[in-house]
């Protein structure tokens, strides 16, 4: 036999070899390399794709999936992952020899509580009040350290900020949305562009009790003189140890002491005293 029919017998019998290694899985891709899903029995989809030695797709490739702890992230045959309870759990896609493992984080998000639910941004263009928020689990119990992404559905209206700060634009309604994940809520902001010309706080001076609330009432008036009720305005504390105060104007006696209550609106200020015993 010559060099040349050895070759020819050869060759194909080379590349069938070729082509049989090549197509052993050698990885497999998923996305997204990681998960985090908010809210109990809300749900993410995985894809995954089998790719040869050569980092090519295997068109029959198709992986099993499971869960190391189904009770926190259930996983279905499709790669779809389902919350189940707070906590982290690995979820595996297997092919043959090969597989790929994704961290996912389950945190119990039901709701978003948002202060004041309806706010009446009352002052010049460009007038800005700070909205409060609350996170809570399924057990209505506060999660912490989770801030969400703020939205207003008109900025032509008004804007916020990434902190949830709330500025005028336009007279006019308008929503803002406070979203984590899939979970909203939301606040109706009701703009009425006038000047401000002063503020006035009520109570003047307060007393109260440690671990009681204390509300104050802040009321604004143009130039006419002519007061503006249920106005909204930016709270502060002159010592958040005493006492702090929400965006609603609620003051939190936490020891005894007294406190400063100063509210802005539109370059106004006023202020009143908190005596907390």
Not at 78 to 87: N, S
Not at 164 to 184: E, F, H, K, M
Request: glycine content about 8%.
């Amino acid at each position: 036999m010559s060099f040349r029919r050895v070759n020819a017998v050869a060759l194909p019998l080379l590349v069938a070899a070729a082509v049989a290694c090549s197509q052993k899985p050698g990885s497999i891709d998923v996305a997204p390399k990681k998960v985090k899903i908010f809210g109990l029995e809300r749900s993410q989809r995985l894809t995954a794709r089998v790719l040869d030695q050569k980092g090519r797709p295997m068109e029959s490739g198709t992986p099993t999936w499971t869960s190391s702890s189904p009770g926190v992230a259930e996983v279905e045959a499709g790669g779809r992952v389902i919350a189940k309870k707070a906590g982290k759990a690995t979820i595996t896609a297997t092919f043959e020899n090969v597989s790929a493992q994704i961290p996912v984080e389950i945190i119990d998000v039901q709701a978003i509580d948002i202060a004041p639910p309806n706010l009446s941004l009352v002052g010049p263009a460009g007038t800005s009040v700070p909205l409060a928020y609350t996170v809570r689990d399924s057990h209505q119990n506060p999660v912490r350290d989770i801030v969400p992404t703020w939205s207003s559905t008109n900025d032509k209206i008004a804007t916020v900020s990434s902190q949830g700060i709330v500025t005028s634009v336009a007279p006019g309604n308008v929503n803002v949305v406070a979203r984590i994940g899939d979970v909203q809520g939301a606040t109706e902001v009701a703009v009425a562009v006038r000047p401000i010309a002063r503020v006035e706080l009520r109570p003047a001076t307060a007393l109260g009790r440690v671990h009681e609330s204390q509300r104050f009432q802040v009321t604004a008036y143009g130039p006419d003189g002519i007061a503006i009720p249920e106005v909204a305005a930016l709270y502060t504390s002159s010592d958040p140890s005493v006492a702090t105060v929400d965006s609603a104007g609620v003051a939190s006696c936490h020891k005894a002491g007294a406190a400063t209550i100063r509210v802005e609106l539109a370059g106004a200020k006023a202020e009143a005293t908190l005596l907390v015993n």
